[in-house]
């Protein structure tokens, strides 16, 4: 697919996070370089310990206690979050920026009903709310969440609101529940409503995340492993119906992944992540086909490809290094079979190489 | 991993003492818990001390041959002239030459040195029931736990009829049963702690029972009495040693209970629920037998507690890994 | 005997009980009706989706669990008969666990484990013929001396599977049933894992049960597959023959649900409806029926048989030609209700 804006909605710049443990200090992220265009699924890939969760985590600001963030700057339509307060990055979770995470039965209140949990994301907003009552009075019929998208009803719009009924704003709600339970394809959302967290099956339950996380109509997606702890024919039913969601919801996705297959049937670039960094980006096909990093080569070898068998699979000796006393210079240093003296000493930046490609190594042969 | 602070271990017993550092590095950075650790220490140096810092006579009339061999009766109640605390009036002063930091007993005894004697004994007792009743209830909550089924089921329903009672009643159900010797009231308590302890390691057991490891050993061909003593047992046990420093303070209350409840074996005996039972009558002319006595049972419950809270904050799996 | 292992229609059911005097009020069928062999020296593979019941099969097998019914016949012997011995069993087959950081004692060090299985099978006694046997061992699966003497925690989940595969390996067994082995550990360390479990049976005559969701892995690994669904086998035949021409929809459609790692093939949106079943509710007739978009009265109604056909076993009624792709089909469709 192609990237026809080259409009930035949210830009991360030279991110360090580090954090406290009793072992000594983890430096989680070292500097990550992160661009998000508008409208686009951005894949962020990388095995255990790179830093791309910590990196999710960083741009809602939810990270523990112990982390801090030492430098860095994160761009969201042009103020950096990481200057906000934590009120202020609260109201823009949910509102401008949703996140769904690996786990759905830990995500999910397990003694309240789904209808609870739903409905208390769109209460949010009451105001949005009451002028959609409002709207639906005056026009008649039924405001549909398609509605909320188009933009009959102005969700952002901060104007006053009118005096509607608590009990007309719960139908609102309500009626807006089902209907978004019925975009991300839940048979019977009228039932799924009374249900309990636990009563549902995985698919179901990252379903029902990913209705709230796009209740809000927000801007940024964050995807988090979503489809790590389902089957792989719910794998495949989730990334459709994300597939299918794209054209309907004008988000951008940054969709976390250790798995390239997954990343490269639904992304449109992809970042590869090692170390605490990003090492490489380009759009996916680029990135198959003249993958230029050391370490996104050794990971495409790696990968067991139903339609291109092999008998042994490469790999790269040695493992994910440890954050807390991390290798000097370029983290993949020690396990890179094309390291130079430099490389030990200095991190590569990364660096535009080709058009739309970006590269942090000093040993690539363009 | 090249994983650079742990270096390379030369040996099996190596590998452990490094483990045990860790364990002792935690302990180190929790303030209360060190506390609690210098202070049980401490009560435990006394109990092996105490017979040579205090003559043990001096609790017996042989200890007093200045009097005939009796007790001192008439210095009974008495607190010392010029000691810093001022009890007020209606309390009878000593005007003698001897000294009491804290006062005599109804015998006449000093009570500091009673008090020093007495630890020893609680203590003593203490270590005795928790440990008999940790082995044994430990034991039988592994085996009900890993066996399961009618001999599970019995156990717990006998834990339960134990249970069910107030734990300070049931103590002195038993010691009236029993009798009145420190061996029965040692027995009579064990009895009532012992089923915390069944429940305890039954559940840790059930939940040990399903992890992975469990299963490996028993492909790999390992018998029931090799992955229950060698394998079960041992990675379970840490709830039971925590709850074991807690029930010290325990034991030791209910110990001095039933002694202040009047089944002690002899009045004068010196240990603290004695002691305690002595001043009661005599609260308001000598409040510090009932006080100071009362006072070293609380500060060696409190350090066994902060032991046990600090031994469970180190040793839970969560923070540990 | 060729088949070094033959499983005749095993099924393991667990019991639900319910009530004060715990009556048993139904079964969780999670293996019912399972029958294949498995070739000397070859990796069988094994698929399925989470309620199919492939990790009861691989206890079952390796009698951790007790079987409800059917035969399990190791070599000939047939291993459900009450006399046969369970510790000498136990040399000839392993098993490797899915969680390498479960499947570990956490307080034992790696010698202390290794010690441990060489004295339940009385292999080495005497500390230093124990030592030279365990160097040799961790030599086998890439590790070195350094990790003789530490702990579980301080080692990665790759490093931990090899130290389950090493300890495996002391009593010399023949069959190594693989349950998820990878699944758990990152590409670059999955792929030396994978690799090293290649060499190891080629080195030592090793025949191999791999199970595993991941179809990818199990391609690469596989000589033959089987892929099971609610506890019973639908499909089994050599590798390329179920990847490339699957013959049952479930394999067709769980073939066309895998990630393939090129941007540029155009996959066919080929979507299975509804969710993963649970063993306890089991679908008359056909139980992949409410699922199936081919599906029929006859399949609601009659449970197909397992059926060889050229090496290649089917469990359906109708041949469906899946070549033109999930639109087309040879045979009549009714309406379905959707689940």
Known sequence: MQVKEKEVILEVKDLKVFFHTYRGKVEALNGVELSLYKREVLGLVGESGCGKSVTALTILGLLPENAYVISGTIFFRGEDLLKKSREEMRLLRADEIAAVFQDPMTYLNPVLTMETQLKEVFMLDTNLLRKAVVWQKNHGGKIAFDDLLSGKVKIRDKSTNPKVSKGEINEMAKSLCVDILRLVRMPDPERILRQYAFELSGGMRQRAMIAMALARTPSVFIADEITTAVDVTIQAQILNLMRGLRDKIDASTLLITHDLSVAAENADRIAVMYGGNVVEVAPTVEIFKNHLHPYTSMLMKAIPDVKNPSERLEFIPGTVPEMINPPSGCRFHPRCSIATDKCAVEKPELKRVLKNHEVACYNVAV | MENSEVGTTKSEWAARWADLKYTLYLLRKNPL????????FFFIALMFLANYIVDPKLANPAGYPEFGGNYPFQRSYVWSKGNIINWGPGIHLYEGPEFFLLGTDGWGRDLLKMIVL????????????????????????????????????????????????????????????????????????????WPTYVRLMRGQILSEKEKSYVEALKALGAGHARVLFGHIIPNSIYPVLVQATLDFGSVVLTFSALMFLGFSPSPSLPELGNLASDGYF???????????????????????????????DVLDPRIRR | MKDILVVEDLKTWFPIKSGIIQRTVGYVKAVDGVSFGVRRGETFGLVGESGSGKTTLARTIMRLVKPTAGKIVF???????????????????????????????????????????????????????????????????????????????????????????????????????????????DVSVQASVLNLLNDLQKAFALTYLFISHNLAVVHHMSDRVAVMYLGKLVEIADRDAIYDSPRHPYTFHLMAAIPVPNPEIKKEEVLLTGDVPSPVNIPPGCRFHPRCPYATDRCEQEEPPLIENDGHWVACHYDIDFKGGARSSRIKRRKRRRV
């Open chain 2, 282 to 312: 005599h609260i308001f002319d000598a409040p510090w037998l009932m006080m100071f006595s009362g006072l070293t049972m609380l500060l060696i419950a409190l350090a066994f507690n902060l032991l046990g809270d600090g031994l469970r």
């Open chain 3, 75 to 185: 070599d000939g012997v047939d291993l459900t008969e009450r006399k046969s011995k369970p510790a000498k069993l136990r040399r000839r087959m392993q098993i490797i666990f899915q969680d390498p950081y479960a499947s570990l004692d956490p307080r034992q060090t790696v010698y202390s484990m290794l010690k441990e299985t060489m004295q339940i099978h009385r292999v080495a006694s005497g500390r230093s013929s124990v030592h030279k046997k365990a160097l040799e061992l961790l030599e086998n699966v890439g590790l070195s001396e350094e990790h003789l003497y530490r702990f579980p925690h301080e080692f990665s989940g790759g490093q931990r599977q090899r130290i389950a595969v090493a300890r495996a390996l002391i009593v010399n067994p023949e069959f190594l049933i693989l349950d998820e082995p990878t699944s758990f550990l």
């Open chain 2, 33 to 40: 818990v060190m506390a609690g650790i210098f202070m049980t």
């Open chain 2, 118 to 193: 007495a630890i020893p004994v609680d203590i003593e007792n203490a270590i005795i029931i928790t440990l008999g009743a940790a082995a044994f209830g430990t034991l039988l909550g592994a085996l009900a736990g890993y066996v399961g089924g009618v001999i599970d089921e019995v156990v717990l329903r006998i834990t339960d009829i134990f249970l069910s009672i107030p734990y300070l009643i049931l103590a002195l159900v038993f010691a009236t049963m029993f009798g009145r010797t420190i061996e029965t009231l040692r027995f009579s308590i064990l009895l009532v702690f």
